[in-house]
């Protein structure tokens, strides 16, 4: 069974600092990739980060990185120099190779930056 | 490129009635999904399909049928709403079913049942 965990609903940060929203995953699979979307309150589903089970390298893609800890099963989402924009709700989910036609997601984690 | 749409985006139905969520890309991708987003519990799976034809169910299928016929086009029909089916939709696609590939969403259709 696949099951994603965000055990944070809620985060406040200031503006400019950098933030972690955590994610623990499970899965049995031993090829798989992790994504993180952000959904702000105007509703849409943006994708921001992608990492696979393989790489070695943790995942960047400007302001956002994606620490990975595979024996911790662990891929928190790093954010640095936080924007007001970036309040918005984030998704972590997570595809696996011998179930990779469903797409789990997190319950997701509610952040709040502050000016 | 429009990527994915989704229509309509808001619906209001009272209960037993049926409809026809539309969703429709343009990006020739392989994959598509429903899910429904409901408070404090993220997406959850409704349906996917793999290709025209095929079509297979998720975590949450009862109370809804998929088809799809061409490779853009992936209905999502309520056959006789309820109000536990009161949520929002988001249909999604991606290019194949590899771990690697992302799935774009589309921008939602948010459903009242009465």
């Known amino acids: 069974a696949q099951k994603i965990t965000q055990t944070q609903p809620g985060m406040f940060v200031q503006e400019k600092e950098a933030v972690t929203l955590d994610c623990t995953y499970d899965t049995s699979d031993q090829s798989y990739g992790l994504f993180w979307y952000k959904q702000p309150s105007s509703g849409e589903m943006i994708f921001l980060i992608y990492?696979?089970?393989?790489?070695?390298q943790n995942a960047t893609e400007g302001r956002y990185s994606l620490n990975f800890q595979k024996a911790r099963k662990s891929a928190n989402l790093v954010i640095s120099a936080s924007q007001l924009g970036d309040s918005a709700m984030y998704f972590c989910?997570?595809?696996?190779?011998?179930?990779?036609?469903?797409?789990?997601f997190g319950s997701g984690t509610k952040l709040n930056v502050k000016p | 490129n429009a990527g994915v749409t989704q229509t309509p985006k808001f619906q209001v139905l009272k209960t037993g009635q049926s409809m026809t969520l539309q969703c429709a890309q343009d990006?020739?991708?392989?994959?598509m999904s429903w899910y429904r987003q409901d408070p404090g519990m993220g997406l959850r799976l409704i349906h996917y399909?793999?290709?025209?034809?095929?079509?297979d169910q998720g975590e949450v299928p009862n109370g809804y049928n998929v088809s799809r016929s061409t490779t853009e086009d992936f209905p999502l029909r309520l056959l006789s709403a309820a109000p536990s089916q009161t949520s929002v939709y988001f249909c999604?696609?991606?290019?194949?079913?590899?771990?690697?590939?992302?799935?774009?969403f589309g921008p939602g259709t948010r459903l009242t049942v009465l």
């Open positions: 989910a997570m595809r696996g190779l011998y179930n990779f036609n469903k797409f789990y």
């Open positions: 990492q696979g089970s393989y790489d070695e």
């Open positions: 399909s793999v290709g025209a034809g095929i079509t």
């Open positions: 999604a696609s991606s290019y194949d079913r590899g771990v690697t590939d992302t799935q774009y």
């Open positions: 990006m020739n991708h392989e994959y």
